[in-house]
């Protein structure tokens, strides 16, 4: 016996409706369809349900009893209907995010988390702090927060922009008064620099800018290191120049511990990127906490 649940919810909806064609109507079908439906459910039963009339129909005692059950059918999928329309309309369930370490330097994620867990109290955020590019498919993250100049192309992500981070050079006003102030990118040469290591584990070089002109070197330094945080403090205790964020840089430079150097020159400008799997359905968690977190870069 094949009995497809469609079609004896499709029966409940009838006998509710009080003819055919009310049932088509709220269904969205033509009557024509729901008559054939209807028909074909009978022959799959062996025994009719409705007894009908050009006019009218009158339910048999064998349809009293198979409407218990498509009445209870139909219940469930109203329920699970309206479970889907609430998981829409309230962001909840599991959100699995990955972020670079150095993002905790870059916002304060801290208050940002206490915010959006009062504002979206039944989502439960999972958050991974690691430096590596982690696979968002295999490893089943919904999102991952990576800040590059340019992403690397993959049909399988979404990468929507969330922020541009302007970049330059800074040192403690200690260096600078032992070493003297650079004028020109030429000048660096003589001077001592922090370098941050990559994920690859190579050091960065320097790539200067201002307007049409452009420098591009590397200074020697005693440390080298993969951290943000760790770089700004060595540069603010005068171990050398550093390449920072301006939004980073801004409380040291603030308490008077860090000093932009070569202000018209820029180093390469960064974009905080919110990646997503390109082929699963976005959930509202995701959507709120990537809409949430732009507003928190922005501010």
């Given amino acids: 016996m094949d009995i497809a649940a469609d079609d004896l919810i499709l029966f409940a909806r009838v006998v509710d409706a009080g003819s055919f064609s ?5 269904c969205g079908l033509p009557k024509s369809t729901v008559s054939r439906r209807i028909s074909a459910l009978e022959r799959s039963l062996g025994e009719r349900l409705l007894t009908r009339t050009t006019r009218q129909f009158a339910i048999t005692e064998f349809g009293e009893g198979m409407l218990e059950h498509a009445r209870r059918l139909l219940e469930e999928a109203e329920a699970a209907s309206a479970l889907a329309q609430h998981r829409q309309a309230t962001p909840q369930g599991t959100l699995r995010v990955s972020l670079p370490p150095d993002f905790l330097q870059e916002m304060e994620l801290v208050p940002f988390l206490l915010a959006f867990a009062t504002r979206y109290p039944e989502v439960r955020v999972e958050m991974d702090l690691s430096p590596r590019r982690v696979d968002l498919i ?17 049909a399988t992500l ?9 970049h330059g050079l800074y040192a403690s006003p200690a260096y600078l008064a ?25 050091a960065q070089a320097w790539q200067l800018s201002r307007g049409d002109e452009h420098w591009v070197g590397a200074l020697t330094g005693p440390i080298a290191v993969n951290s943000v945080g760790l770089q700004r403090e060595l540069a603010a205790h005068g171990l050398g120049l550093v390449g920072l964020s301006e939004r980073y840089a801004a409380a040291f430079v603030q308490k008077g511990l860090l000093e932009r150097v070569l202000p018209d020159w820029c180093l390469p400008t960064m974009t905080v990127w919110a990646v997503t799997p390109g082929r699963r359905l976005q959930a509202t968690r995701v959507s709120a906490f990537i809409d949430m977190l732009r507003e928190a870069l922005e501010a």
């Fill in 138 to 154: 295999a490893e089943r993250f919904d999102l991952a927060i990576r800040v590059a100049a340019r992403l690397p192309d993959d």
């Fill in 22 to 26: 009310q049932a088509a109507e709220r």
């Fill in 158 to 166: 979404v990468a929507r922009r969330l922020i541009e981070m302007r």
């Fill in 178 to 202: 032992r070493f003297g102030r650079p004028l020109a990118p030429a000048d660096l040469a003589s001077h001592t620099g922090l370098k941050l290591i990559t994920s690859s584990g190579e």
